[in-house]
């Protein structure tokens, strides 16, 4: 009844920024948002192939496209998580879904290398405000009583729409007509939910003074930064691993791995997202610090296979390597966000989100760009190679972070 619903909802709403007695289906829900910008994140994977053979562009090009995403996506991280914290959530994702939308119809209608980088500078922005204030929305309505479930459902979220979003985009390209309109059309109405859903999503204002400047790099209160290092420390290798896979993955296969189908390295994608999403299922009942470290040497095994795959043209071995940076990636990402989540108030936790995931798409920016620019220079083995050695040692680096944090925490007890 409109009468009971309006109670429940407001019984929801008390506190700061969200509610502990949200229904379990309201989580779920509040994480659509989430899952629906990641769609659109990975969506243009299986069509850079098709992008390349019509506008003509190499493969140093075709990283500097994708890491417009990441340009966007850190200046959104800039701004985003603190106003999310000083505004509430639906006033950052509102407008983030909006930015969403504008870049499916460029995308769509793309003809040039500049259309793609606008397309990517919004998605990324996009993406921003959905890592930052998306994220905490879901922890919000969780509630205090539901924090692991929150952060699971969140990092699930943003992982299982990376991956759906390439599978989607490389079946229906292969199956209908206009690849890129058909593609970007159905993530438009998958969007177009989403914001209903952000519309209802049973949040609040918080009730929190301004202070301090509201563009600035995100940080953490004093005494959890410990926890947000050791979660970048896990979450960048693994994140980094992810977008190679994404942005030079469909030349390695083509190029050579000798595999041309769009469904296939859409299907690759989905599998690498969907062995993250999985992986958090598996390991949300292990401690922290043991998630981290799985997640640690998942991304070095990785990086193992990718340099087995491009020294022996073995697809067997490209695959096992994506399966295991999807892996790496959602276990650094649920290790670090349940580390903030237990560490940083409600009124905090979107800029403590937005700090998280600048450590990591900064790495996950450069590395690949520089791979690729490499990989014109010297050859798409030699560049592959370089990547997979550099983040091999960042991955071991990153494990003995989580180490040496443990054994202090161990002489504190003490």
């Not at 914290?85 to 290398?113: E, H, M, N, Q, Y």
């Not at 980088?117 to 919000?140: E, K, N, Q």
């Not at 918080?206 to 420390?233: N, Y």
């Not at 979107?350 to 590395?367: C, F, H, R, S, T």
């Amino acid at each position: 009844m409109p009468g009971q619903r309006t109670a429940q909802v407001s019984a929801v709403s008390t506190g700061r920024c969200g509610a502990s007695a949200a229904p379990l289906w309201w989580v779920w829900l509040a994480a659509w948002p989430v899952t629906a910008v990641f769609v659109l994140s990975n969506a243009a994977t299986p069509l850079y192939v098709l992008w390349q053979r019509d506008i003509g562009f190499s493969k140093g090009t075709l990283t500097v496209v994708f890491a417009f995403y990441i340009v966007g996506l850190l200046g959104s991280l800039l701004v985003c998580g603190v106003v999310s914290d000083r505004l509430g959530r639906k006033p950052v994702l509102l407008p983030a879904l909006g930015l969403a939308l504008a870049a499916c119809l460029i995308f769509a209608t793309a003809t040039s290398v500049a259309a793609l980088i606008a397309a990517r500078l919004f998605t990324g922005i996009a993406v921003g405000a959905v890592v930052s204030a998306g994220m905490a929305a879901v922890s919000d309505v969780a509630g205090p009583d539901r924090k692991r479930a929150g952060a699971l459902l969140a990092s699930c979220a943003m992982v299982f729409g990376a991956g759906l979003g390439p599978l989607l985009a490389g079946v229906l390209s292969e199956t209908l007509p206009a690849p890129t309109v058909t593609v970007f059309g159905v993530e438009a109405v998958l969007l177009l939910t989403a914001v209903l859903a952000v519309l209802r999503m049973p949040l609040k204002r918080p009730a929190v003074p301004a202070h301090g400047a509201w563009i600035r790099v995100p940080g953490v209160p004093t005494g959890s930064g410990r926890q947000l290092a050791r979660g970048i420390a896990v979450f960048a290798p693994g994140i980094t691993a992810t977008s190679f896979v994404l942005s030079l993955g469909p030349s390695l296969l083509t190029g050579l791995l000798h595999a041309t189908s769009r469904v296939v390295a859409g299907a690759l994608a989905f599998v690498m997202f969907l062995a993250a999403t999985g992986v958090q299922f598996a390991v949300q009942r292990l401690d922290r610090r043991t998630v981290l470290l799985l997640g640690a040497t998942a991304t070095a095994l990785a990086m193992t296979a990718l340099i087995t795959a491009v020294g022996t043209a073995s697809v067997v071995a490209f695959v096992l390597a994506a399966l295991l940076a999807g892996v790496g990636q959602g276990m650094g990402q649920l290790g670090g966000l349940s580390l903030l989540n237990s560490a940083v108030p409600p009124a905090r936790l979107a800029e403590a989100n937005a700090a998280l995931n600048v450590g990591g798409y900064l790495m996950a920016g450069i590395l690949p760009v520089l791979a690729g620019y490499l990989s014109d220079a010297v050859g798409l083995t030699t560049g592959t190679t370089v990547f997979g050695a550099v983040l091999l040692g960042l991955a071991v680096a990153g494990g003995g972070v989580v180490l040496a944090g443990g054994r202090r925490a161990k002489r504190r007890l003490n």
